[in-house]
């Protein structure tokens, strides 16, 4: 017979040798939009094809086209369609806040059930501090994101040189392969 009067276990700690990685993340979707913008911003005097994207970052092609309309949609890409196709800006990096693209793209920055009234089912919702407390992190989060635009992701000479560096090759009959392209002699990359 079980003793229901029993002292409950005492709490774990989690031994000093066991790093503890926190989860918190963006979704793929933004993470893909971002890079795409940065890729673009790299670029200001050219087109970009999705293709190229693709096989830059090593990423879904088709997930790409979902990212790249998404963004053409939001007012952040101009696409031209064709053969002499791709995507540009639609406006100066320095006018694209981080802000507004994580916003626009994530869908939702509930961290927690109970950010969500219509699908929340916890019963501290009502009593818990839990909520005011991530939603002031959030926030924070949010604050420094709209402090910075596309521009300051690509004003480090050596940052838009790595990002250059991500071209693919153009193999004959114009298929693109991926690029291993040295990156010595890059400054500050090497």
């Not at 994530?106 to 009502?126: I, Q």
């Not at 949010?142 to 521009?151: E, G, I, N, Y």
């Not at 071209?167 to 693109?176: D, H, I, L, N, W």
Request: glycine share 8%; hydrophobic share 40%.
């Amino acid at each position: 017979m079980r003793n229901v009067h029993a002292e409950p276990a005492p709490c774990q700690r989690t031994p000093p040798s066991v790093k503890v990685v926190p989860q918190v993340q963006l979704s793929q979707f933004t993470d893909y939009a971002l890079r795409v913008l940065i890729y673009a911003a790299a670029r200001p005097d050219a087109r970009c094809l999705t293709a190229d994207v693709a096989i830059a970052f090593g990423i879904s092609r088709h997930h790409l086209v979902k990212v790249v309309n998404e963004l053409q949609h939001l007012g952040y890409l101009e696409t031209v369609r064709g053969r002499e196709g791709g995507f540009a800006l639609a406006k100066p990096p320095g006018r694209i806040r981080l802000r507004d693209v994580v916003v626009s793209t994530e869908g939702t920055m509930a961290l927690v059930e109970c950010f969500d009234r219509d699908t929340n089912r916890c019963p501290l919702a009502t009593a818990c501090g839990l909520q005011g407390v991530l939603g002031e992190a959030v926030e924070a989060f949010l604050t420094v994101l709209d402090r910075h635009s596309l521009a300051d992701l690509v004003a480090e000479p050596r940052w838009v040189a790595r990002v250059s560096a991500l071209q693919p090759v153009r193999a004959r009959g114009g298929v693109s392969r991926s690029t291993s392209r040295s990156l010595e002699g890059v400054h500050g990359l090497e």
